[in-house]
């Protein structure tokens, strides 16, 4: 499946629950579990364009993570650690600023 298939379908499931226990994220924003504690970020939208971003989609797909056809939970990404995603998020935001 493309990427963008992949990010698109990924952002529509993690944004489309009805339930009142949902948490809503900031708006321009998608909430993103990470890592085995499951730690939550609230990642903007954009961000999910970046390469290093679909790759830890692709990859959770590959792994049989979020994209699995029969789970409608929220978004996760158990394949890359809490420090290691606030890296990435801290380097994201650096290229956002100086772009």
Known sequence: MHSTKLIMRF?????GSSSDKVRRSRKGCVAIYVGEE???YEVPVKYLSFPV???LLI???????YFDS?????????CCTTTTFDQ??????QNTRSS
Do not use: M, V, Y
């Not at 029969?70 to 158990?78: A, C, H, Q, T, V």
């Not at 990435?88 to 935001?93: N, V």
């Open 59 to 65: 990859q959770e797909h590959d792994d049989g993570g």
């Open 53 to 55: 971003f679909r790759e």
């Open 70 to 78: 029969k789970n409608d939970g929220p978004l996760k990404i158990s």
């Open 38 to 40: 499951a730690k939550r």
């Open 88 to 93: 990435l998020l801290k380097i994201s935001a």
């Open 11 to 15: 952002f529509k499931k993690s944004t």
